[in-house]
């Protein structure tokens, strides 16, 4: 594995590794050597939260890593079309699916609180997307989206991020719709503007429209 593109020093990076790779093989032996017939239901219920926990910060650790990859260019050395298409192939999942992390991942860069709440494990994948998404149209409205992704389930985290994107983008329309009427009052409010004359009508169609230029009688 490369890591020379890396901007930590190499005495910090090389044990990261390690015990990366090291937390996988103790999962591995775990998850080996559980029986799920003969688990009490109560430890049960605890592994599959320790599992998702589990989960979510290895989705982090993933996402990071991969923004890396995509804004160093380094996807490039093994022929892929784009950052998504290699990391479609090395995480053996779709383009689409791929391509959304990498944007939660570059989203979250401007959003230092989105990312604190990933790299916890407070937010899973599609808690990430959806949260940097309406957070980067709305960067006021981060804190109650990261507080309502504690509290609400997917489907109604993804209704309130909805709704942020639309305000934002109503607000994005008043604010153009603004600066027109603005322009076109400053336009009438200058005597040297409103009164030069308009621009002489096309010969061949005169004042009415598009009319056809008439033949010569004869």
């Not at 032996?29 to 239901?41: K, N, Q, R, S, Y």
Request: charged share 35%; hydrophobic share 40%; proline share 6%.
């Amino acid at each position: 594995m490369e890591i020379a593109f890396l901007t930590h020093p190499l005495s910090r990076i090389e044990p990261m590794f390690d015990e990366v790779k090291r937390a996988r093989e103790l999962l591995k032996e775990a998850v080996a050597a559980l029986d799920p017939e003969v688990l009490d239901a109560g430890w049960a219920k605890e592994l599959v939260a320790e599992f998702a926990g589990i989960e979510r910060v290895a989705a982090a650790g993933k996402a990071l890593a991969a923004r890396r990859v995509a804004s160093s260019g380094a996807w490039r050395k093994e022929g892929d079309r784009s950052p998504a298409h290699w990391m479609a192939r090395t995480t053996k999942t779709p383009v689409g699916a791929a391509a959304g992390v990498l944007e939660t991942a570059a989203r979250v860069k401007e959003l230092p609180r989105t990312e604190e709440a990933l790299r916890s494990g407070r937010l899973n994948e599609i808690q990430a997307k959806e949260v940097a998404s309406a957070a980067s149209a709305d960067p006021a409205a981060e804190g109650e989206l990261l507080e309502a992704a504690e509290t609400e389930t997917v489907f109604g985290l993804r209704e309130r991020c909805a709704r942020v994107r639309a305000a934002a983008l109503s607000d994005e329309v008043a604010r153009y719709e603004n600066v027109r009427n603005r322009r076109r009052l400053r336009h009438w409010s200058d005597p040297v503007r409103r009164l030069s004359p308009r621009r002489a009508p096309h010969p061949r169609r005169g004042r009415g429209g598009a009319g056809r230029a008439r033949s010569p009688p004869g």
